[in-house]
């Protein structure tokens, strides 16, 4: 079993940072791909970034390329998003993903592709 618990959610001004962070326990951290995905009010939860099991494979999507940057401390068994630029747009629930399959890339974009889930952490992006 897994558990994965996000943090550094809050609220932030337009043009503001954040850096979420999401802690998993309960595997071998390093050998597993993650995501983050968002869900906005009344829509669909989206891909918003993915990393390979090695780090140096990270993927982004358009809404957030250039903007946010994904890493994973290993060690500590943690993955990062840092969110720069923040917009209004930007305001959803942010959850983090395990894929399961050991040495998994960051090529993995659908909610169906990731096994676990943390509970969320909102981010506010105020006009």
């Known amino acids: 079993q897994v558990q994965l618990v996000e943090s550094g959610g809050g609220l932030v001004q337009a043009g503001g940072s954040l850096r979420l962070s999401c802690a998993a326990s309960?595997?071998?951290?390093?050998?597993?791909?993650m995501g983050w995905f968002r869900q906005g009010p009344g829509k669909e939860r989206e891909f918003v970034s993915g990393i390979g099991w090695r780090g140096g494979d990270t993927n982004y999507a358009d809404s957030v390329k250039g903007r946010s940057t994904i890493s994973r401390d290993n060690a500590k068994n943690t993955v990062y998003l840092q969110m720069n630029s923040l917009k209004p747009e930007d305001t959803a629930v942010y959850y983090c993903a395990l894929k399961k399959t050991p040495r998994s890339s960051s090529n993995y974009y659908g909610t169906l592709d990731y096994d676990y889930w943390g509970q969320g952490t909102q981010v506010t992006v105020s006009s």
């Open positions: 309960g595997r071998t951290f390093s050998v597993y791909g």
